[in-house]
Each structure stands twice: as structure tokens, then as C-alpha cells.
């Protein structure tokens, strides 16, 4: 029974040492692939937010242009300024003139009949007087939607996908956010709005500088410093998943190199601890071994002239058998400790 409940420890010791290191292996792995998706995200989140300002200037620059023109509105002339305007700005796709609701003229589709192609009023108007359609049908293409800006009577028409034009291999979710409408007006295709608007609610009021993590996705939201915009990036787990697997792999390998040596280590130092060997190792440093005396007798006249003494060993109350134990301990090096225990032995006694 002991011996049983010896064995049990032994492979629970040695499974032990074995599996902790696998353990920590793969939980550091955990960690490097949720440092390395979290550096992932903020580079990309920089990158967007750096794209969205970048287009956001130049449809506030276009605006400024127009504001100078000297021509009156929708002439020749001035339509002639609206063209060099949209061709000035790689970004900028339509330069038009509104009043009271209606289109005049643009530079894409020159001079509008009253009525031809109403506007209705904006999305939203931030108080430094920029009106915003987040989303209008382009002309003669009612399945694409653009972005108006506009000010003053002058406005111009951007391709909602130019704010999220930003390579991306891992195929992120992105949303950019006017911030004082709250509200979402480009994203990647694809994208679920619905949970871009709901992490953005859920994570405007911090300053974006770190990942945020939900069980099916982590999430970087960015602001712009001098815009009111604001980036989102949602990279699903599945994603994270995928770049973990190399990391794993390389845990699995460490912890098994530090594992598999201390598992054989801590077997070997065990089992020598319960095998024969080491019960015996126990027994002589115990002073466990007894003598037993044996007569020797003259076969000439029947009489004692000696005794010759046995060392012998009682192991789980039964005596184990010399020629057992004895070339054990000579070879273990202890046959000169059981010596002078016998002679010890014999001495007291």
C-alpha cells in the first residue's frame, strides 16, 4: 500500500515538473501575442487617424479656395476655379456652390436646374459653421453615397472611403466618427456598424491611448488632437487567434525544453528515493540493519569455537535475502557503512 501511494506521488511529482514550465511557456506566449496585436492596432490606429486628417485638411483647404474665388457663383469662370480646386486636391472628388437647399452648379456636373438635384439640410452643422451630409447618393449612381462638406454656400464631395483607405493585411474592422455628431460616416466594407458605433459609445470618453479588450475582440479607439474625428479599429479574435499560433508553438517548445529535463529529473530522484536502492540508502542511514549470530563448530569434537555474525535487513517486515541487498550495497558504496554498523553491533552487545 505504500508503495502504491509512493508510485502515485512519484507520477504527480513528475507530471508536475514536467507540465508547469509547458505552462508558463504558453501563458507568456498569451502575453507577446496580446502585446504584439495591441502594438499592431495602435500603429494602425496612428495610421488611420494620420489618413482621415489628411483628407479632412484638404476638404477644409478646397472650402478655403472657394472661399476666395472673386467670380460671381456657377459662371464660367468660376466653374472654371471649381475644376482647378477638385484637380488641386487628390481627395476631392466634386466643388459645388448650394443656397437655401438647392444645388447651382458643381464642378463635375457644371450649371443645375432648380430642382435637379435638391439638398436636404445637413446631417449636422458644428458650431465653426461646417455642415456635414454623411451620407448623399452621387448623381446618376444612386448606389454610391458620398461625403459633403460644406461651408458658406460652397461645398465638396468626398468618397467616404478615402478616410479608411489604409493598407491593412489583417483585414480589420475601421470607423472614423465626427465626434460632435458622434456619429460614423466611413467605414471599411464589410464592417458592422452597428458594433463600430456601440465600441465607440462604449470607449470615447477614454483618450484611446491603449487596446481595449472584449471576449470576442480587442479595440483601439484614437482621437484626433486638433479634429473633431476619431478612428476605430475592431480586430476580431479570430485575428488574434491566428498570429497566436506561431507564438504558441515556440512556448510549447521552451516549456518543453525546461519541462521534459526537470520531469526526468524529478522521476529519477524519486524513484531512487522509493526503489530498493533507496529504501536501502534509508535503511543504513536509519542504523536498521541487525546482526544475526550463527555457531561455528568443530566437526572433530562437536564443540563451539566461534560465532560468525550475519547482517541482515528487514524490509516491510520481511527479511530480504543477502544476496540481494549485499552486491546492491557494494555497489552503491555502502558495504563499508553496513561494516562498521555490524561491528558496532557486535561490540554493544
Known amino acids: 500500500m505504500q508503495r502504491s501511494w509512493f508510485l502515485v ?5 513528475t507530471t508536475l515538473a514536467t507540465l508547469f514550465p509547458v505552462g508558463i511557456g504558453v501563458f507568456m506566449a498569451q502575453l507577446e501575442a496580446n502585446r504584439r496585436e495591441a502594438d499592431q492596432l495602435s500603429v494602425f490606429a496612428d495610421a488611420a487617424t494620420r489618413r ?3 483628407v479632412m485638411t484638404q476638404a477644409i483647404s478646397a472650402l478655403q479656395d472657394m472661399e476666395m474665388l472673386r467670380d460671381e457663383p456657377c459662371t464660367p469662370a468660376n466653374l472654371v476655379q471649381l475644376r482647378r480646386i477638385t484637380y488641386t486636391y487628390s481627395y476631392i472628388q466634386d466643388a459645388g456652390i448650394y443656397r437655401a437647399g438647392k444645388r447651382l452648379c458643381s464642378a463635375l456636373l457644371g450649371p443645375i436646374e432648380p430642382g435637379q438635384f435638391p439638398l436636404p439640410p445637413p446631417d449636422w452643422r458644428t458650431p465653426d459653421g461646417l455642415d456635414y451630409w454623411f451620407d448623399q447618393p452621387v448623381p446618376f449612381n444612386a448606389q454610391r453615397h458620398v461625403v459633403l462638406i460644406g461651408r458658406n454656400g460652397n461645398n465638396v464631395g468626398l468618397d467616404s472611403q478615402v478616410f479608411v483607405d489604409v493598407v491593412d493585411r489583417e483585414s480589420r474592422m475601421l470607423a472614423v466618427v465626427q465626434t460632435d455628431a458622434g456619429r460614423i ?3 471599411t466594407q464589410g464592417a458592422n456598424l452597428t458594433r463600430l458605433q ?3 459609445s462604449e470607449h470615447s470618453y ?3 491611448a491603449d487596446a481595449a479588450q472584449e471576449d470576442d475582440a480587442s479595440i483601439v479607439l484614437r482621437k484626433s488632437r486638433n479634429m473633431p474625428l476619431a478612428v476605430v479599429v475592431l480586430a476580431p479574435r479570430a485575428a488574434l487567434l491566428a498570429n497566436w499560433k506561431s507564438l504558441l508553438i515556440g512556448g510549447l517548445v521552451v516549456g518543453l ?3 521534459v529535463p526537470l520531469g526526468i529529473l524529478v522521476w529519477r530522484r524519486a524513484t531512487r528515493r522509493f526503489s530498493l536502492e533507496g529504501e536501502l540508502r534509508s535503511a543504513v542511514r ?3 540493519m541487525v546482526v544475526h549470530y550463527q555457531p561455528i563448530a568443530s566437526l572433530s569434537d562437536n564443540h563451539w569455537v566461534g560465532v560468525e555474525a550475519l547482517v541482515r535487513w528487514r524490509r516491510n517486515g520481511r527479511l530480504v535475502r543477502p544476496n540481494l541487498f549485499i552486491p546492491m550495497a557494494e555497489n552503491a558504496g555502502l558495504i563499508q557503512q553496513i561494516t562498521d554498523q555490524v561491528l558496532d553491533i557486535i561490540l554493544s552487545e
Open 206 to 208: 477614454g483618450s484611446g
Open 286 to 288: 536509519r542504523h536498521e
Open 52 to 54: 482621415a486628417e489628411l
Open 198 to 200: 456601440q465600441a465607440y
Open 257 to 259: 525544453s525546461a519541462g
Open 9 to 13: 506521488v512519484t507520477i504527480a511529482l
Open 185 to 187: 460616416f466611413s467605414a
